[in-house]
């Protein structure tokens, strides 16, 4: 954000640019910062089951409710032009915060989106970990959401992965 410029472009076009840390930091629970793929930088954005990580990993709790309702209180913003995008684990946060809240996003965006944990080893992990089953991720895994879902977004969608199909080293 800082380096690309971002906040300076967003000012010039009076948009808000909030970019919260999505994990708890310095909670001194054990194994947190043992694994780049569980705990600390790694909530998956979900709403944790399991101790010791549910009392503070409600990540999902966090960018859907307390945090649109900590801007509105202390921002002149229009919460009805809110939008949500990210990168990588973000970007798949993204898609399942929109999915699950369709009418809170006015679009969604993923950029290189951590795609189908529920297949991942690491995806395997977390959900174990924080959920206490792999069943239980599917209801964190925006491919699954995807295939369950009835009803169409009420948001627009825009998910990229580039377009470089080749990777030289």
Wanted: aromatic letters at 8%.
């Amino acid at each position: 954000m800082t380096k690309a410029g971002a906040l300076k472009h967003a000012s010039h076009k009076g948009i808000a640019l909030v970019c919260p840390d999505t994990s708890p930091r310095g909670l001194n629970i054990q194994g947190e910062n043992e694994h780049w793929d569980f705990g600390t930088g790694a909530s998956f954005y979900l709403n944790a089951t399991e101790h010791p990580w549910r009392e503070n990993y409600q990540m999902f709790d966090y960018i859907t409710t307390e945090l649109p309702e900590i801007i509105k209180q202390n921002f002149n913003i229009d919460d009805n032009k809110m939008g949500i995008f990210g990168h990588s684990m973000g970007g798949h946060g993204a898609l399942i915060c929109g999915l699950k809240c369709p009418t809170l996003f006015k679009t969604v965006s993923a950029l290189a989106p951590l795609c189908h944990p529920v297949n991942s080893s690491f995806g395997k992990k977390a959900f174990k970990g924080y959920l206490g089953s792999l069943d239980a991720g599917k209801d964190w895994d925006a491919c699954e959401l995807v295939k369950k879902s009835s009803q169409p977004l009420s948001s627009p969608v825009l998910i990229d992965q580039g377009s470089n199909l080749s990777l030289n080293a």
